[in-house]
């Protein structure tokens, strides 16, 4: 019964606090009433007795608790009592509707966290803490800077939320714009970390990448944009390939080395179809040219048939019109396979200069796998040393502990 109630929490707990922040209008408060649903849910719920709608019961649940420590904590002055009335209206339904409002209400969320009034540096830490409920640590792991750090900017964000009045809300179309494009990188956050997940026992999280293509298709709604059209594009894509990405032990299968049967090819349509459009839009913004690398993998029949020449030339564009040095680290794989691993060994050499980049475990993983296509073997070794002592993830761990062992293999013959 506990992994049920574990599987649950996985798959509902961010539309939960979503909708309980909604209702309940402050952040602490709607976390400390989703803790109080799931330690009802852990006793109250049997095998026989699970709700049909489990979101529904949380949020019912959350609320209630939420109304009854109000009452435990304050005396029933006149005040108190308007708060508490305007949280459960007398005579309420227990049930709640999966209604449209109720399905907007992660979107509420993500553009509440990327308010203007919202110190820019904290937005996303915030909207990585309750959109995709990462720890402290993980989010300072990902963004590579101190976690006490993260967790003073989230403590600032939800007090500017709360001293600015800030609305929780879908902006009118007039302001989509200036508010799109934080809007977009959150949820592309909240995409990557359900495909490749920042730490824990398994690659993907399938729960979240769903969440965020869901939330691109209602972006896309909102506001047909090539950006927006760019993003979905990408996720598609690459959700695409999740069946095929491990081996039934949850071992990491490289893209050049996937079953392409196994990619989900109606995806794969969707997502061809609207990156043509997103790349035939006047303005060609960044994520519409990741959606046309992505859309190159998808296109190849086989590994070998990758039009790697044409990546490089996607990345440059990529380069130019958005520059990151983990763009360039991506573009430094395409040039190996077109150029050779000496040619990328220097870009990534280059990289490593940089802090972040020094700290950041694929970095290390590239230029150990360049190393091992030039015979290089004890410096590969260290090189992937370095890599899985900066690595958080078991799958990736397991795949850099075997190519060690490939290399001690090596060594020995």
């Not at 009854?68 to 949280?87: E, K, V």
């Not at 490289?254 to 079953?259: F, H, I």
């Not at 899985?388 to 799958?395: D, I, T």
Request: charged letters at 25%; glycine letters at 4%.
């Amino acid at each position: 019964m506990n992994q049920t109630i574990e599987g649950i929490y996985r798959s509902h707990s961010r539309r939960v606090l979503a909708t309980l922040i909604r209702l309940l209008g402050d952040f602490d408060r709607a976390e400390e009433a989703l803790h109080d649903a799931f330690a009802a849910a852990a006793q109250q719920w049997t095998a026989e007795t699970i709700p049909a709608n489990p979101y529904a019961w949380l949020v019912s649940a959350g609320r209630f608790r939420a109304i009854d420590h109000i009452r435990r904590r304050t005396r029933f002055d006149a005040a108190r009592s308007d708060i508490t009335d305007s949280l459960y209206p007398e005579g309420e339904a227990m049930e709640i509707a999966e209604n449209e409002e109720i399905e907007d209400d992660m979107l509420r969320l993500i553009f509440t966290c990327c308010h203007p009034l919202v110190p820019a540096e904290a937005r996303m830490a915030m909207a990585l803490r309750e959109v995709c409920g990462l720890t402290t640590e993980e989010i300072a792991h990902a963004f590579l800077i101190p976690a006490p750090t993260v967790a003073q900017r989230i403590v600032r964000a939800k007090n500017r939320i709360r001293t600015a009045h800030i609305p929780y809300e879908v902006p009118g179309k007039t302001e989509l714009p200036e508010r799109l494009a934080q809007v977009l990188h959150v949820v592309y956050l909240v995409f990557n970390e359900g495909y490749s997940a920042s730490s824990g026992s398994a690659i993907v999280r399938a729960d979240l990448a769903a969440e965020a293509i869901r939330l691109g298709r209602l972006l896309l709604q909102l506001m047909p944009d090539s950006e927006v059209e760019g993003l979905l594009a990408i996720m598609l894509l690459q959700d695409s390939r999740r069946l095929a990405r491990t081996e039934a032990s949850g071992d990491l299968v490289l893209l050049v080395d996937q079953d392409r049967a196994l990619w989900d090819h109606g995806q794969i349509r969707e997502g061809l179809a609207l990156s043509a459009r997103a790349m035939a839009a006047d303005s060609v913004g960044s994520y519409a040219l990741q959606a046309a690398i992505a859309a190159e993998h998808a296109r190849a029949v086989t590994a070998d048939d990758t039009d790697w020449r044409q990546l490089v030339t996607l990345y440059d564009l990529l380069l130019t019109a958005s520059p990151s040095p983990v763009i360039e680290l991506n573009r430094a794989v395409a040039i190996c396979m077109c150029d050779g691993p000496t040619a990328a060994l220097s870009i990534v050499d280059g990289l490593l200069q940089e802090e972040r980049m020094a700290r950041y475990h694929l970095t290390h993983a590239a230029k150990a796998d360049f190393l091992r296509q030039l015979g290089r073997s004890d410096e590969a070794r260290q090189s992937y040393e370095t890599a899985l002592s900066l690595c958080q993830q078991a799958p990736e761990q397991a795949f850099l502990r075997k190519r060690l062992a490939e290399l001690e293999s090596r060594t020995l013959q």
